[in-house]
């Protein structure tokens, strides 16, 4: 039997932390349900000290993951963070603490300021000391170990295993690292720490330089057995490694590697795309495993190979990965069950009947206009009422008048958070800035429209049009916002109504 390799999930923490990724608790359990379908061993529910919202969504998520796997949430190497760790955590069946300290010159000098190894070390082992008294399970980060010296990461590993840790983490934080070097790391660290064979190697690779993945690969070549990686590679910066690509990398080449995973491949394309919906993070065409381009061939000679053999071009089959697989399509005439079995299989809680009934009308009233309903514009339409369920300001109606050689004019229509009604007009360079100045008119909110892309949800003339829009505070904080609709100069002033809504309540 092969080394199984822990697929570690940090969507929902670091994944989170790129700006404008936020997602509510609601959102979370949705993404949480699909990594369990997905079968992963971890996941990383957030980081509890960082507000009561964190605190509250790992809880739930605890709840929701029950036994199925291990619910760990993160602290930094200090006392209350580790305490609010072990009191989310205290019902989790499986439960896992996530704590470290930075262990580079960089990080000591700058983040620590100036501390030395020595005293990073002793607040590691007190740290780790202190997180084993809520759990068994308690996993050590050497933050950006991919800049640190060999001798020096190995001091402060062999002090975590000997204080308790039970998985020790590797992270190149600032994905700077060559992933041979980064190999030769985890094999130095094999062969220099007493008991680590005892232990977890576990990595957390970034993508600065575009090697998450190759750098993940290393490690597990080196004898790490745990992967630290995220759907569509979302994450801080340039994000993490991509969880369907290292999974289909050892999938390709497990002979090789002494690897597999426990991984159901098939559900990465509905993972991915939950994901892109939620976060409003698009995933590129062209992106490994889950790209709308990732199975296609187009040149002429391309398309005669793949006639000819499917793998002359195609290394992996796309049914394995969810790709063109079987496309449950509803429509008007789809009842109550078929859409409350739907939706309840794409992990969303539907809640009594007066709350479906509610669903249930919206469905119709997309259907009405959009006669063939995918999952992906399920997901949209859910998106749409959670965001709506807790709006401040919430659109009414709008009304836009463009095209040449017409000065393009919006009017829209707001309900502020009393429920009164307020009405402005405005004319500008085009729709959506004439629509913006009018929305700017109601909400006056300080704020720089940082980007605005449009998507379309699915093919088709009459598809959902899925706009996202980022804004920048006067303070320099990013909120995202997201509105989908069929026309979509609505699905703008929806978009930037719920980024300011965001703003407001400084939901990040
Ligand atoms: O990138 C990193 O170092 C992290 C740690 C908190 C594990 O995310
Ligand atoms: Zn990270």
């Known amino acids: 039997?092969?080394?199984?390799?822990?697929?570690?999930?940090?969507?929902?923490?670091?994944?989170?932390?790129?700006?404008?990724?936020?997602?509510?608790?609601?959102?979370?359990?949705?993404?949480?349900?699909?990594?369990?379908?997905?079968?992963?061993?971890?996941?990383?529910?957030?980081?509890?000290?960082?507000?009561?919202?964190?605190?509250?969504?790992?809880?739930?998520?605890?709840?929701?993951?029950?036994?199925?796997?291990?619910?760990?949430?993160?602290?930094?190497?200090?006392?209350?963070?580790?305490?609010?760790?072990?009191?989310?955590?205290a019902d989790c069946p499986r439960p896992r603490i996530h704590t470290g300290i930075g262990v580079s010159p960089q990080h000591l000098k700058y983040k620590f300021?100036?501390?030395?190894?020595?005293?990073?070390?002793?607040?590691?082992?007190?740290?780790?000391?202190?997180?084993?008294?809520?759990?068994?399970d308690v996993e050590f980060y050497a933050e950006d170990a991919g800049r640190a010296p060999f001798e020096d990461l190995a001091r402060m590993i062999q002090?975590?295993?000997?204080?308790?840790?039970?998985?020790?983490?590797?992270p190149d934080t600032t994905g700077y690292e060559m992933p041979w070097v980064f190999g030769e790391r985890i094999k130095y660290l094999r062969e220099h720490v007493d008991g680590i064979e005892d232990v977890t190697i576990s990595v957390h690779c970034h993508n600065d330089l575009g090697m998450a993945t190759a750098l993940a690969m290393e490690g597990v070549r080196n004898g790490a057995t745990q992967i630290e990686c995220t759907i569509n590679g979302l994450g801080?910066?340039?994000?993490?490694?991509?969880?369907?690509?290292?999974?289909?990398?050892?999938?390709?080449?497990?002979?090789?590697?002494?690897?597999?995973?426990?991984?159901?491949?098939?559900e990465f394309l509905q993972a991915s795309r939950l994901v892109s919906s939620i976060t409003g993070f698009p995933v590129p065409p062209n992106k490994a495993i889950v790209g709308s381009n990732a199975f296609s061939h187009s040149s002429g000679i391309h398309q005669d190979g793949v006639i000819k053999g499917r793998d002359t071009y195609e290394i992996i089959d796309p049914?394995?990965?969810?790709?063109?697989?079987?496309?449950?399509?509803?429509?008007?005439?789809?009842?109550?069950?078929?859409l409350r079995k739907r939706l309840e299989d794409l992990g969303?809680?539907?809640?009594?009947?007066?709350?479906?009934?509610?669903?249930?009308?919206?469905?119709?009233?997309?259907?009405?206009?959009?006669?063939?309903?995918?999952?992906?514009?399920?997901?949209?339409?859910?998106?749409?009422?959670?965001?709506?369920?807790?709006?401040?300001?919430?659109?009414?109606?709008?009304?836009?008048?463009c095209g040449q050689p017409l000065t393009p004019t919006a009017t829209v229509t707001i309900a502020d958070p009393e429920g009164h009604e307020h009405i402005a007009c405005e004319y500008g360079t085009g729709p959506i800035d004439a629509l913006y100045k009018a929305i700017d008119k109601i909400v006056k909110a300080d704020c720089d429209l940082s980007e605005y892309s449009v998507q379309s949800v699915t093919r088709g003339i009459d598809a959902l049009g899925e706009v996202t829009v980022r804004i920048m505070s006067a303070d320099g904080e990013v909120y995202s916002g997201r509105g989908s609709?069929?026309?979509?100069?609505?699905?703008?002033?929806?978009?930037?109504?719920?980024?300011?809504?965001?703003?407001?309540?400084?939901e990040h």
């Open 485 to 506: 609709e069929c026309d979509i100069t609505v699905s703008s002033a929806k978009a930037y109504l719920n980024a300011l809504n965001r703003m407001i309540r400084k």
């Open 159 to 170: 002090a975590a295993v000997k204080a308790g840790a039970t998985v020790v983490n590797i």
């Open 113 to 136: 300021r100036g501390m030395s190894l020595e005293e990073a070390i002793d607040r590691g082992v007190h740290a780790v000391k202190r997180a084993r008294k809520y759990t068994d």
């Open 319 to 338: 049914t394995l990965v969810g790709a063109k697989g079987s496309s449950i399509v509803l429509s008007a005439r789809s009842g109550h069950a078929a």
């Open 1 to 89: 039997m092969s080394r199984k390799i822990a697929i570690f999930d940090t969507t929902l923490r670091d994944g989170e932390q790129s700006p404008g990724a936020s997602m509510n608790t609601q959102e979370k359990l949705v993404v949480t349900r699909q990594l369990l379908r997905l079968g992963v061993d971890v996941i990383e529910a957030g980081f509890p000290i960082s507000s009561p919202g964190d605190f509250q969504s790992v809880q739930r998520i605890a709840a929701e993951v029950g036994d199925r796997a291990v619910t760990c949430a993160l602290s930094r190497a200090v006392d209350k963070d580790i305490d609010e760790c072990g009191r989310a955590l």
């Open 348 to 401: 969303y809680e539907v809640g009594d009947k007066e709350h479906f009934d509610k669903i249930y009308r919206d469905f119709l009233d997309l259907a009405d206009r959009k006669k063939e309903v995918m999952d992906e514009d399920l997901h949209s339409l859910m998106g749409e009422r959670a965001r709506n369920e807790d709006a401040l300001y919430t659109l009414k109606a709008t009304q836009i008048s």
């Open 236 to 266: 801080e910066r340039a994000g993490n490694t991509a969880m369907e690509e290292v999974v289909m990398a050892i999938k390709m080449h497990g002979e090789e590697l002494d690897a597999h995973t426990d991984i159901n491949p098939s």
